[in-house]
């Protein structure tokens, strides 16, 4: 691990509209400038478009996991992380790069492990969609009773954290779930030191990559909350 380095990591899969712009939008030089160096690291689900090429051009080291979901890509990521500090975003551009250098001076201002972000904050209009809203409520409720965990948006994708935090989470989910599984598995099982913050949220750039109905999707992340608390 080096010291005051900061992996970014992006999950792709045929986001050719939307990884340059998100790439593009992530302020190297203000972090630089903080004293990081900058890993930007695009975990590839095989994409069939030209999201690689536009991701290398756009200054990113590229990885290829072709083994499917969100959580592998994620788990796959963190594996091949130089920086002491993560960050994690969507391709599509619907996540503030563009504050992850606020972020991290919170993290280390506040001396925090974890930060995750509360999208309900300032969410553009048309950027989640109706039944997603009602969805990720219902989760949010679970998480408060099932974990004692008051975290508005246990879905979010976009997080700042010490990659050590790693260390002693136990990551089994391969797709969606992962996303609140680290939470719980960083928040409520490792007692770390977190807090949520309201970030804005905008529409995505090309087609979602959620696969099947929003409904099953969030059955299956309620049914693996509901199992995570009756077995880690
Ligand atoms: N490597 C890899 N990336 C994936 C996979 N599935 C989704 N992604 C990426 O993970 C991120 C999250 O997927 P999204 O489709 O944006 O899901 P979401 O943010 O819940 O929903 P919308 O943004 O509203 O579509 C995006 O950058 C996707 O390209 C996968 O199987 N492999
Ligand atoms: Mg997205």
């Given at each position: ?127 989640m969609s109706f039944r ?8 949010y409720l679970a998480m ?89």
């Amino acid at each position: 691990m080096t010291a005051n380095k900061i992996t970014i990591i992006i999950p792709a899969l045929n986001e050719e509209d939307g990884i340059e712009r998100t790439i593009s939008a992530i302020p190297r030089p203000e972090l630089e400038g903080m004293g990081y160096k900058v890993q930007i690291l695009v975990v590839d689900g095989g994409s069939e478009d030209s999201t690689r090429e536009r991701a290398i051009k756009a200054g990113a080291e590229v990885i290829i996991e072709p083994r499917r979901g969100y959580g592998r890509a994620y788990k796959t990521g963190f594996a091949h992380a130089e920086g002491d500090i993560i960050a994690t975003a969507d391709a599509d551009g619907t996540y503030p790069v563009e504050d992850i250098p606020s972020l991290v001076k919170t993290l280390k201002e506040e001396n925090l492990d974890f930060l995750t972000t509360n999208r309900f904050a300032f969410m553009e209009k048309g950027a989640m969609s109706f039944r997603n809203k009602i969805g990720n409520t219902i989760l949010y409720l679970a998480m408060r009773i099932l974990f004692r965990l008051k975290m508005r948006d246990p879905e979010s994708g976009m997080w700042v954290f010490k990659k050590n935090i790693l260390g002693k989470a136990k990551l089994g989910s391969d797709t969606w779930p992962l996303s609140h599984e680290l939470k719980i598995e960083a928040c409520y099982f490792n007692k770390c030191r977190w807090k949520e913050v309201p970030i804005q949220y905008k529409r995505r750039f090309g087609k979602t990559k959620l696969l099947g109905s929003g409904w099953k999707v969030g059955f299956t992340d309620l049914f693996h909350l509901i199992k995570k608390r009756m077995i880690r």
